[in-house]
C-alpha cells in the first residue's frame, strides 16, 4: 500500500498549500469535510471498507488499514510526516484515541498524552487513580468469576455493578440485585468472548478476561461535555440521560440540562477537578456523572465527543460544533471558547427501541419528515432484519432528533415523533 494515495487522481496539495496538516484517525466524511473547512490538509487513516469516493474531495493522502493497530499504523505515520509534516494526529472515536495519542508521543506533536488516554480508557486504573487523590469515592474491584462478584457483594451490598473493564456504549454492563444473580451474570459476561466482534467494535483482545465490579450508583445521570485549551477547561454543556434495558443503555438525551443550578455547579467543579487529574490538556471532554443521593460521582471520561449524537444537540441548543473544536485542537480554529456559552433553546434525541424479533413493517417515517420539529430521522432498519434485545447502543434501530423552545419541548416532541414510527416485529423461531 502507497502511503501517498491520493484517490482522486491530483497530486497532493500538501507541499504547496501551506495549510496545517492533521492526521485524522477514523472517521466519517462528515468529519474530514469539517476539517477541510476549517482550512486543513487531511490525512485519513482509515479501515479500507470504511472509505469510499465520498471522502476523495477532502483527503489529500488515505492510510487504509486496521489503524487499532498501532504496531502497523505507527510506522506508516512516521514515514508520512517525514514527506509532508502534518501538526498533529487526532481522532473523535474510541478505537482511535490510544493510536492518536501514541502518533503524537513518538513524533513529538504534543497533544494528550499516552498516560492520560490510557487512563480514561482503563477504568479501574482510573478509579484507583481518582481514590489516591480522594475524588469521586466508588468502590469497585477486578473480578473473573462469580466467586469474585458473590464477595464484592458480601464487602460492599447490593445492587453490584458488572462492567468491561474497557470498551463503551454501554456494551457488556450488568447489574446484580441479588446474590443469586452472580452465576448468571458472570457466565453471561463471560459469552460476551464469542468471538463474532467485528476489530472495531473492541477496544482490543482480552475485553472479556476480566470485568469491573462498582457499587451500584443511585440517581440520574448527566453527561458533561467539555472543551479544554492549555489545561483550562470550559463546560460547553450537561446533558441529562434516560437510560433503559438491563443493561442502562441511554434511550433518550436532551439539553440544556434541567438540573437545580445548585446541583451543576456542583457537578462542574467536580467534572474540573476531574480533568485535572487525569492530566487533560487540549480537546474534547464527554464524563458522565451520577447524581447520587451521597452527591455527584464519576461513572467514566472520555477525551472524545460524546457519541449518540451529543454533538448535534451541543450544536443545536449552545451554537457550539464540538467536532471542529476536537479536529483543530491547539491549533487555535476554531477560537477558543472564554466561558460556557448561554443556550439557545432545546434539543433532545430519542432513540427507537423496538420490540425485538423479525421486523415486518416499518410506518410513519413520511409525517415525521415533515414535521416542523424534527431535525434528523436516521432508520437503522428495515423489512426483513432481526432486532436483538436491547443490550448496547448497537443494538438501536434508529433515533429522531427534535428542537424546541426549551429542553423540556424538545423532550417531549423527540418522544411524540419517535412514537409516530412504528416498526412492528414478529417474534424469531
Partial sequence: MSIDAVPTGRRSSAVVSGRPRVLIVGGGQEHVRKARELGMDVVLAQFPDAYDRDHWPYVDQALLLDYGDVDRLLPLARALHEAYPFRAAVSLFELGLLPAARINEALGLGGESVATVELLLDKWRMRRHLATKGISPVASAVGRSAQD???????HGLPVIVKPIRESGSLGVFCVREAADADVVAERFRSLDDGHWDA?????????DEFL????LDGPEVSVETLTFDGRHVVVAVTDKECGGPGFVEVGHSQPSRCPAGTLAEVTRLVSDFLDAVGLRSGPGHTEVKLTSRGPRIVESHNRVGGDRINELTRIAYGVDMERHALAAGLGVPAPLASTPEPRGGAAVRFLTPEPGRVVEVTGVDAVRADPALVDLRLAVEPGDVLPP???NEDKAGHVVARGATAA???AHGRRLAGAIHVRTEPVA
Avoid: I, K, P
Fill in 149 to 155: 462478584v458473590r464477595e464484592f457483594a458480601a464487602a
Fill in 213 to 216: 465490579m462498582e457499587e451500584f
Fill in 200 to 208: 472495531r467494535e473492541l477496544s482490543g483482545a482480552g475485553s472479556f
Fill in 409 to 411: 419541548e424538545a423532550v
Fill in 390 to 392: 436491547l443490550a448496547w
